[in-house]
């Protein structure tokens, strides 16, 4: 349930009962917990987005009556529900995917947000080593190469985090964040490839997730995945290479 409670009629409170009779579910206030719950009242589905707009790549299309985990929130595209307009966006996954519903078309139990900020401020740094920027939504343009290394570390981590720039920036804003960045390829981590190298885009740049490494005769070998790589925009391969200048790597904590 979303929006203002002022002004609503107990017509309108009896008939959302109605449709969503034994499945209601409770909210919680911001900041009470890290994630809260909601119900899909869109019929036949809520449009599934990239982004907290509706302008956002389309991801899917997420079926009524679905139960949702909320794990962040934010303002976006003002949307009008059964309630009236609404700004605020729910962060989900759905499919595997993390993205954006309309919390308009979210049952929530609440008009109040019911998970925290999709963005989070530095936190200290832990046993020595500093752990960045966090953020619980993935900024990455849907379907490149960004999207499917922040859509990597999420899986490990339970987050992203907060790089700026195109992919051949993405070690630099590393540093500046105070995540650590090394020379020598390492699993769990962020490959960064400056332009043209292994193809990368010549202005852009490219990023992938590194699964394994391999010391061969000549050298350490590096295997990862990437999105919009060799198989094109929106799709996932794995590639192995050969470690060589010009490449970075953005370690997980």
Not at 72 to 84: D, E, N, Q, R
Request: glycine letters at 14%.
């Amino acid at each position: 349930m979303t929006n203002s409670a002022v002004g609503r009629s107990s017509t309108a409170r009896s008939l959302l009962t109605l449709l969503l009779a034994g499945a209601a579910v409770i909210g919680v206030a911001p900041g009470a917990q890290a994630s809260g719950n909601g119900r899909v009242i869109a019929s036949p589905c809520l449009n599934f987005r990239s982004a907290p707009t509706g302008s956002s790549g389309l991801l899917g299309c997420i079926p009524v009556n679905t139960n949702i985990v909320i794990d962040c929130t934010a303002g976006g595209t003002t949307v009008s529900g059964p309630y009236g307009a609404s700004n605020l966006w729910d962060h989900t996954t759905y499919g595997g995917r993390p993205g954006y519903v309309s919390d308009a078309w979210v049952y929530t139990g609440t008009a109040a947000a019911v998970a925290p900020s999709c963005t989070y401020a530095p936190v200290p740094a832990t046993a020595g080593r500093a752990v960045g920027v966090k953020r619980f939504f993935n900024s990455g343009a849907a379907g490149n190469c960004t999207w499917g290394a922040y859509y990597q570390w999420y899986q490990g981590r339970g987050y992203y985090p907060a790089l700026t720039g195109n992919a051949k920036d993405w070690a630099a804003s590393a540093r500046r964040q105070g995540w650590t960045v090394v020379a020598d390829a390492q699993p769990r981590s962020i490959v960064v490839f400056q332009p043209r190298v292994y193809g990368a885009d010549a202005g852009a740049g490219h990023v992938g997730w590194v699964t394994s490494t391999q010391r061969r005769a000549d050298g350490l070998y590096v295997t990862f995945l990437e999105m919009n790589g060799t198989a094109g925009l929106g799709r996932w391969d794995q590639r192995t290479v050969k470690d060589i200048a010009g490449m970075s790597y953005i370690l997980a904590p």
